[in-house]
């Protein structure tokens, strides 16, 4: 067994990254913690694109990637912009511009909402992702790289 594997994509990777914004102002990092994030290529853990970044490294590199809105959290999406009477809050719930809140979906998940206008009764919530439409930098460090363990078939037992 090497001590040096490879990032494919059957692998289990844990990392260090930060996720910063062409200005330089973070946006998230797991060394806030000193926790680095455990992940499996393919999980679904992490876009396609941040995966592809991942591809090839090994434990111990540092890598620095530049990707563009469409290929970190895309464009946002006029859809995704919903205007909702004050009626669908809370009376004691204070409604400000820029905060974030949690809204039930059908099936009992929840999703964030950032409050981005309040006019009267009328509230406008972002369901776009925080990060849409900007250009984000990816710094990495590969912690460990181990071949992920393969899904227990069901049934055949």
Request: aromatic share 6%; proline share 6%.
């Amino acid at each position: 067994m090497t001590d040096n594997l490879i990032i494919g994509s059957d692998s289990e990777v844990i990392l260090h990254f930060d996720l910063k914004l062409e200005d330089g102002s973070a946006a998230d990092s797991t060394r806030v913690n000193n926790k680095p994030a455990k992940m499996v290529m393919g999980d679904g853990s992490l876009t396609p694109n941040f995966e592809a970044c991942l591809l090839g490294l090994q434990k111990g590199e540092k890598k620095s990637f530049t990707l563009a809105a469409n290929d970190a959290f895309g464009e946002p999406n006029p859809n995704n912009i919903h205007y909702m009477d004050r009626s669908r809050f809370g009376a004691d719930l204070e409604i400000q511009e820029g905060a974030i809140l949690a809204f039930s979906q059908p099936d009992g998940s929840e999703i964030p909402g950032i409050i981005r206008s309040v006019a009267g009764d009328s509230i406008t919530v972002d369901f776009n992702h925080p990060l849409a439409g900007q250009t984000v930098i990816f710094d990495v460090e590969i912690v460990d790289v181990k071949v992920a363990p393969s899904p227990t078939p069901q049934g055949d037992q």
